[in-house]
């Protein structure tokens, strides 16, 4: 069974989708994508012994955006409405990218509602990406393609409230972005939830920094996927459904 709705916040209608039935898992996108592109090959094999609850945040796919940039605290604030409106009152979060921030959020600043977290293509600083990367004057194999950025924005134009947006939304997400400054060790050591941590060795995160994050956190699991690029992550169905099969339990 599938149902979609918008929960009515205080100023922002959040979409979401809830697919299956059982302990509640929730579903964060990668930045600048939907749920069907981030999750689309995973959500039926998910759904199939939980109740997963797919969530579009702010500006991203159905959900319009505000006229200001979004925090990864305001994110997660966001993600809170919407299990409120669903009447949940805890849930795993399983957070790609910048989705995977978003969930790392939850678990810090409202830990009652966060069981277990997994976290994919994930980094705690800005800090911990590669110098190639974050460099304009580079080019690396590493980024997404030119058909990655194509579907992103064929995906938005199909399902967004206002299809000419794109431009705006993005760069209101560069904001929030670059506008974030991590976590502290003394933050992520506090958080309850116990952590799987998922990098692909040829992700945008060294590994080093990989290693480090999984240091900081008190209960965590850190899973290195062999071949694997930032995008491709969330694509390496055939390693992730065993380990967040197990993870979750």
Same mark, same amino acid.
Do not use: M, N, S, W
């Given at each position: 069974m599938t149902t979609t709705g918008y929960a009515p916040l205080s100023d922002l209608a *959040?979409?979401?989708e809830v697919h299956g039935e059982g302990h509640p898992l929730v579903l964060l996108h990668g930045g600048a994508l939907t749920i069907d592109l981030s999750f689309g090959p995973l959500l039926g094999a998910l !759904?199939?012994?939980?109740?997963v609850i797919a969530i579009e945040l702010q500006g991203h796919g159905h959900t319009a955006d505000r006229d200001r940039p979004g925090t990864i605290a305001g994110f997660a604030a966001d993600v809170v409405g919407v299990l409120d409106? @669903?009447? *949940?009152?805890? !849930?795993? @979060?399983?957070g790609f990218s910048l989705g995977g921030l978003v969930a790392v959020q939850v678990a810090l600043d409202h830990? &009652?509602? &966060?069981?277990?977290v997994v976290a994919a293509a994930t980094h705690f600083h800005p800090?911990?990406?590669?110098?190639?990367? %974050?460099?304009? &004057?580079q080019t690396s194999d590493l980024l997404p393609t030119e058909a990655d950025f194509a579907a992103m924005v064929q995906a938005y134009r199909a399902v967004a409230p206002d299809p000419d947006h794109f431009d705006k939304f993005m760069a209101n997400l560069q904001v929030t972005v670059h506008g974030w400054t991590g976590w502290t060790p003394g933050? @992520?050591? %506090?958080? %309850?939830a116990e952590t799987l941590l998922i990098v692909g060795d040829k992700d945008f995160i060294k590994l080093s920094h990989a290693v480090e994050f999984h240091d900081h956190l008190r209960q965590a699991h850190? &899973? *290195?996927?062999p071949q694997t690029t930032h995008m491709d992550v969330i694509r390496r169905t055939d390693l992730l459904l065993p380990m967040i099969d197990r993870f979750l339990g």
């Open positions: *959040v979409y979401y !759904a199939e012994e939980r109740q409106h @669903l009447g *949940v009152e805890q !849930a795993d @979060l399983f830990p &009652a509602r &966060a069981g277990r800090d911990g990406y590669k110098p190639e990367i %974050t460099d304009p &004057a933050q @992520l050591g %506090t958080i %309850t850190l &899973a *290195v996927l």
